[in-house]
């Protein structure tokens, strides 16, 4: 085998190699822990329930109410899901990693990608409440 082939055998491994690290990012879950109800008036806890339902259904995400002050939401996209628990009141809410499938989810690390949909469904919950 000649060098150049070797170079470009060696080169085409490195790129292999890098875009499997890639797909397979896994980060710290990232959960949100009392989150203050940041509302342009006083809000009821069912108004803060209305917000976390609506903005969850706007992101695709199923949400259920389990009891008075919590809900939980899920997510399918492909071959991937995931289920949070979202217990609120009228002050404050949590979003809370309660499950996941085909997340490479090990007990404290998950992909990447989980933490983003959490991260947007926050975002989402908290434009719904400035406009009550």
Same mark, same amino acid.
């Given at each position: 085998?000649? &060098?150049?082939?070797?170079?470009?055998?060696?080169?085409?491994?490195? &790129?292999?190699?890098?875009?499997?690290l890639i797909g397979c990012r896994t980060a710290p879950v990232y959960n949100v822990e009392e989150a203050p109800v940041n509302a342009s008036s006083k809000v009821s806890?069912?108004?803060?329930?209305?917000? &976390?339902?609506?903005?969850?259904?706007?992101?695709?995400?199923?949400?259920?109410?389990?009891?008075?002050?919590?809900? +939980?939401?899920?997510?399918?996209?492909?071959?991937?899901?995931? +289920? +949070?628990? &979202?217990?609120?009141?009228?002050?404050?809410?949590?979003?809370?990693?309660?499950?996941?499938?085909?997340?490479?989810?090990?007990?404290?690390?998950?992909?990447?990608?989980?933490?983003?949909?959490?991260?947007?469904?926050?975002?989402?919950?908290?434009?719904?409440? +400035?406009?009550?």
């Amino acid at each position: 085998m000649t &060098i150049t082939k070797m170079r470009k055998l060696a080169f085409v491994a490195m &790129i292999a190699l890098t875009m499997g690290l890639i797909g397979c990012r896994t980060a710290p879950v990232y959960n949100v822990e009392e989150a203050p109800v940041n509302a342009s008036s006083k809000v009821s806890a069912e108004n803060v329930k209305k917000a &976390i339902m609506s903005a969850g259904a706007g992101l695709g995400w199923q949400m259920k109410e389990v009891k008075p002050g919590q809900i +939980v939401g899920s997510i399918f996209l492909r071959k991937h899901s995931a +289920v +949070v628990d &979202i217990p609120y009141s009228a002050t404050k809410y949590s979003i809370i990693y309660k499950d996941s499938t085909e997340l490479k989810y090990d007990g404290s690390m998950i992909h990447s990608n989980y933490n983003g949909w959490i991260q947007n469904l926050d975002r989402a919950i908290q434009a719904r409440l +400035v406009t009550m």
